[in-house]
């Protein structure tokens, strides 16, 4: 028996050999094979970028006008950009010089869209989305639509964003220096807008009464400084009217700059509950929702909210924040449909390779709808009146002084006569809470969001 069992160990043992010996070359092929696959896969990303690298060989060396490296390198990233995203560009570093000082003083404060060349024009241009008061576009009269097709002696067309800013911005020297050809709406000719010289910085947000009872709040730009104000000053009038407070007007006409933590701060301070920002984009799990803090400055009396073409970016996520969460009622006209988060991310940390501008996310409104593309639309539709198609909605061109535009008085506003009237007919939300201002807990800890990049 024992030599019987012998033979059939030695048998298994050997068949257990050869099996493993088997798995093992099966394993080897399909490794060797995973790893000729990857190799032939790195191989066509190379081929890919051969094709590059000999087209621009091509150019280089054909091409009448003898570009350089540096010209076409910039040039292949600058059109890969453009090909999925129209607004998305890239900046030498060079250009890339240009923006600290542009966004430190942001004296100019206009916001733009690179457009193409309109009909019997032979360079594209600007679309202006919006101008920021008290800056020298707001007083020259630009507003939302209009084109800017020349700086000075410079076709705008041929000027990337950053250094279009830059020459608006210092611009000076003789009146001919001084002025931009703007193509105003439905017009064929472009005017002349002379710009003029402006110092200081606007502030980011005012509060007035232009009725009793009822306060006007106006926003030049969304962002922490314009929370802080409305905060400390909304606070101040509701202790000081008390039981008397109606109602508040919050005016986001013309105002497309800002940031989206700037749009989440003041929504919260209007809401007691509900989503006040909400973001897709690429990290933090593609998404962002913030969530209100218990406390309303306006304690549940109406608000109303103004807007209009020139509303844009995070204007446009604050007025679907709040009306979203049925805390306000929307006047005037649709929005700019500007609902895109905009990031320059540098190519390295001294910017020494230039930089790249891009999408990094979408502002929705709190049922998660897109705003890019749609805008915020009112509930209440009412133009301007009396009309004036030189100014901003907010302004009226003026006869005296510099003879540019300036703040439109309650009298001149029917934008904002419609807006008190609405509250004056409108029951509270939820009833008046007399006593100290509600107090706002300290801010919830939330993803911080990319800041957005001019548009």
Known sequence: MSRLVQPIGLACAQAFRRIVVTIACLTSCACFEQAAAGDRAEQRKFERLEFMVRSMRITRRWHVNKPTRKELIAGAIDGMLRKIDSEAEYYSPSQ????SPLTQADELGIELRREPAPPRRDSPGYRVISSR?????????LKAGDLIARVGDQDAGNLSYLKLL???GRIGGSAAERALAVVRKDAEVPDTVP???IEGRPASADLSEPEPGIIWVRVASVDRAAASVISTE????RRQLGLNLRGGVLDLRATATGEADGAAEIADLFLDRGIVLNVQQRQNSGAVRRQARPGDLLAGKPLAILIDAGTAGPAEALAAAIAGNRRARVIGLRSAGRGAVRTLERLDRQGRKGAIRLTTGRFLTPKGEAIEGQGVAPDVVEAQAPKDDTCRSLDIRISVGTGGCARRTLAQDGQLRAAIAQLTATAAVKPAVAGSTPAKRAPANGPPISPQARP
């Open 96 to 99: 890339l010089k240009l923006l």
């Open 133 to 141: 008061d008290g800056t020298a576009a707001a007083i020259a009269g």
């Open 166 to 168: 830059d020459l608006v």
């Open 195 to 197: 710009l003029p010289a």
């Open 234 to 237: 909304l606070a101040g009038a």
